[in-house]
């Protein structure tokens, strides 16, 4: 039977494993944007609830969240 040379069996087995690792990696990339992405829905719902929670206390308002103050939002008339 036919053989490649044993230098180009060589480049092929190494690029077949380079190309591997690297869809190893896309999976494992994949993975963890799906798990950060479940986690950015969690954090919004929170915040959703928690700015309902707020303007249940105290109206819309605008919040400096550097110091904690707020100013109301004043509502345009038509």
Known sequence: ?????????KQ?????KELNQIVNQIGSLEANKHSLLHKLAGVNEDIEKLKAELEKEYGQINIDLSTGEYTIIEKEEK
């Open 1 to 9: 039977m036919a053989k490649i040379k044993e230098e180009q069996l």
């Open 12 to 16: 092929v087995v190494d690029l077949q």
